[in-house]
Protein backbone atom coordinates (compact mmCIF):
# COMPACT_ATOMS: atom_id res chain seq x y z
CA UNK A 1 0.00 0.00 0.00
CA UNK A 2 1.19 3.53 -0.68
CA UNK A 3 0.59 6.55 1.60
CA UNK A 4 0.56 10.30 0.97
CA UNK A 5 0.56 12.62 3.34
CA UNK A 6 0.05 16.43 2.45
CA UNK A 7 -1.45 19.26 4.07
CA UNK A 8 1.45 20.35 6.73
CA UNK A 9 2.88 23.43 7.01
CA UNK A 10 3.73 26.83 8.93
CA UNK A 11 0.89 27.77 11.04
CA UNK A 12 0.82 30.26 14.31
CA UNK A 13 -0.34 28.82 18.01
CA UNK A 14 -3.73 28.51 18.58
CA UNK A 15 -4.14 28.26 14.47
CA UNK A 16 -5.54 25.15 12.52
CA UNK A 17 -4.02 22.72 10.34
CA UNK A 18 -5.83 19.83 8.27
CA UNK A 19 -4.05 16.72 6.78
CA UNK A 20 -4.91 14.61 4.75
CA UNK A 21 -3.56 11.16 3.55
CA UNK A 22 -4.29 9.46 0.45
CA UNK A 23 -4.04 5.61 0.20
CA UNK A 24 -3.69 3.24 -2.50
CA UNK A 25 -3.11 -0.15 -3.33
CA UNK A 26 -5.05 -1.79 -0.51
CA UNK A 27 -8.75 -2.18 0.30
CA UNK A 28 -8.53 0.91 2.22
CA UNK A 29 -12.18 0.91 3.81
CA UNK A 30 -11.48 -2.28 5.70
CA UNK A 31 -8.36 -1.36 7.41
CA UNK A 32 -7.20 1.09 10.34
CA UNK A 33 -5.61 4.16 9.26
CA UNK A 34 -3.71 6.24 12.06
CA UNK A 35 -1.39 9.39 12.69
CA UNK A 36 1.82 9.31 14.12
CA UNK A 37 4.37 12.49 14.53
CA UNK A 38 7.70 12.69 15.19
CA UNK A 39 9.68 15.44 16.83
CA UNK A 40 13.45 16.51 16.41
CA UNK A 41 14.88 14.31 18.78
CA UNK A 42 11.87 12.67 20.02
CA UNK A 43 10.96 8.98 19.07
CA UNK A 44 8.06 8.88 16.56
CA UNK A 45 4.56 8.67 18.96
CA UNK A 46 0.66 7.99 18.55
CA UNK A 47 -1.50 10.70 17.75
CA UNK A 48 -5.01 9.39 16.63
CA UNK A 49 -6.23 6.06 15.08
CA UNK A 50 -9.74 4.94 13.08
CA UNK A 51 -10.61 1.78 13.35
CA UNK A 52 -12.47 0.52 9.64
CA UNK A 53 -16.09 0.65 11.94
CA UNK A 54 -15.57 4.38 12.18
CA UNK A 55 -14.34 4.32 15.77
CA UNK A 56 -11.35 7.05 16.97
CA UNK A 57 -8.55 7.13 19.55
CA UNK A 58 -6.30 9.88 20.19
CA UNK A 59 -3.09 10.13 22.45
CA UNK A 60 -4.37 12.07 25.60
CA UNK A 61 -2.04 15.14 24.40
CA UNK A 62 -4.32 16.02 21.80
CA UNK A 63 -7.54 14.91 22.84
CA UNK A 64 -10.57 17.57 22.67
CA UNK A 65 -8.17 19.53 20.20
CA UNK A 66 -7.63 16.86 16.96
CA UNK A 67 -10.25 15.14 14.90
CA UNK A 68 -9.39 11.90 12.45
CA UNK A 69 -12.13 11.01 9.91
CA UNK A 70 -11.95 8.88 6.73
CA UNK A 71 -13.36 9.02 3.22
CA UNK A 72 -13.42 5.68 2.35
CA UNK A 73 -15.03 6.72 -1.12
CA UNK A 74 -11.72 8.72 -1.67
CA UNK A 75 -9.22 6.46 0.16
CA UNK A 76 -7.92 9.34 2.43
CA UNK A 77 -7.96 9.79 5.89
CA UNK A 78 -7.67 13.31 7.56
CA UNK A 79 -6.39 14.85 10.70
CA UNK A 80 -8.06 17.97 11.53
CA UNK A 81 -5.66 19.67 14.05
CA UNK A 82 -7.51 23.19 16.40
CA UNK A 83 -5.69 24.70 19.00
CA UNK A 84 -2.33 24.34 17.61
CA UNK A 85 0.56 24.50 20.35
CA UNK A 86 4.13 24.56 19.75
CA UNK A 87 4.99 21.50 21.18
CA UNK A 88 2.65 20.04 18.51
CA UNK A 89 5.84 20.54 15.86
CA UNK A 90 6.90 17.67 14.24
CA UNK A 91 6.78 15.33 11.35
CA UNK A 92 3.27 14.36 10.92
CA UNK A 93 3.11 10.15 9.06
CA UNK A 94 -0.10 8.72 8.36
CA UNK A 95 -0.30 4.90 9.03
CA UNK A 96 -1.45 2.03 8.00
CA UNK A 97 -0.60 -1.69 9.17
CA UNK A 98 3.10 -1.65 8.25
CA UNK A 99 3.08 1.01 5.90
CA UNK A 100 4.07 4.86 6.20
CA UNK A 101 3.57 7.84 4.34
CA UNK A 102 6.55 10.21 3.83
CA UNK A 103 6.02 12.50 6.49
CA UNK A 104 4.38 16.20 6.37
CA UNK A 105 5.87 19.16 8.31
CA UNK A 106 4.12 20.91 10.89
CA UNK A 107 5.67 24.12 12.11
CA UNK A 108 3.91 25.64 14.96
CA UNK A 109 5.61 29.48 15.60
CA UNK A 110 4.88 32.67 16.11
Do not use: H
Amino acid sequence: VQLQASGGGLVQPGGSLRLSCAASGSTFSINNMGWYRQAPGKQREFVAVIYSGGRTSYANSVKGRFTISRDNAKNTVYLQMNSLKPEDEAVYYCNQGLSWGQGTQVTVSS
